[in-house]
């Protein structure tokens, strides 16, 4: 079964600082992954989509590697905000037709940018 | 537009209650989820419609009732909750193929409290 591990599971920087949150995976048969922010209380937003074949995305500030071999994804946040304090989760959807809607949630990083 | 809309918002109900928790997409997608969401916790599935038709049961227990009446609305019934069922109700949609991208849009969810 795979399992998906973010660390860590909290990050308190101060404004301005780059920074790097981790996604591991046990089970690299995989179809794409996927960064989410969530804030309290509220729904998830999709941040980045890296299929399988790709090693990296970039939005903005926000930068996502996938090394599918060693089942490692990491969310590169430049220049970080306080308005980027939320919790970020990963989540990967397996390269399975059986299960190709079951996608696997890490339990995410709680990130605070402090002004 | 990439919106899902969730309705209610918030919602209280009796353990004797009927109650109903509603999902729309206009995104033409063919696969819709619902998630339940418990404090500092990741999303937990629970349902996926695929064209309509039920494909994962996550061993849900039977007073919660999915129900899908077309491919852009998606309806979870619910009846003789228990207060452990409070928790953020979230619907998702994604497309139903395996094509590029299938990127996993969410709702903001629905907050239900069981009394």
């Known amino acids: 079964k795979q399992e998906v591990t973010q660390i860590p599971a909290a990050l308190s920087v101060p404004e301005g600082e780059n920074l790097v949150l981790n996604c591991s995976f046990t089970d690299s048969a995989i179809y794409n992954l996927q960064w989410f922010r969530q804030d309290p209380g509220k729904g998830l937003t999709s941040l980045l989509l890296i299929q399988s074949s790709q090693r990296e995305q970039t939005s903005g500030r926000l930068n996502a590697s996938l090394d599918k071999s060693s089942g490692r994804s990491t969310l590169y946040i430049a220049a970080s905000q306080p308005g980027d304090s939320a919790t970020y989760l990963c989540a990967v959807r397996p390269l399975s037709l059986y299960n190709f809607n079951k996608f696997y949630f890490g339990s995410g990083t709680k990130l605070n940018v402090k002004p | 537009d990439t919106e899902v809309t969730q309705t209610p918002k918030h919602l209280v109900m009796g353990m004797t209650n009927k109650k109903s928790l509603k999902c729309e997409q206009h995104?033409?997608?063919?696969?819709m989820y619902w998630y339940k969401q418990k404090a500092k916790k990741p999303p937990e599935l629970m349902f996926v419609y695929s064209y309509e038709k039920l494909s994962i049961n996550e061993s849900v227990p039977s007073r919660f009732s999915p129900e899908c009446p077309n491919s852009s609305l998606l309806n979870l019934h619910l009846h003789a909750l228990q207060p452990e069922d409070s928790a953020l109700y979230l619907c998702?949609?994604?497309?139903?193929?395996?094509?590029?991208?299938?990127?996993?849009?969410f709702g903001e969810g629905s907050w239900l409290t069981v009394v």
């Open positions: 998702a949609s994604s497309q139903g193929l395996m094509s590029s991208g299938n990127t996993i849009y």
């Open positions: 995104m033409g997608h063919r696969a």
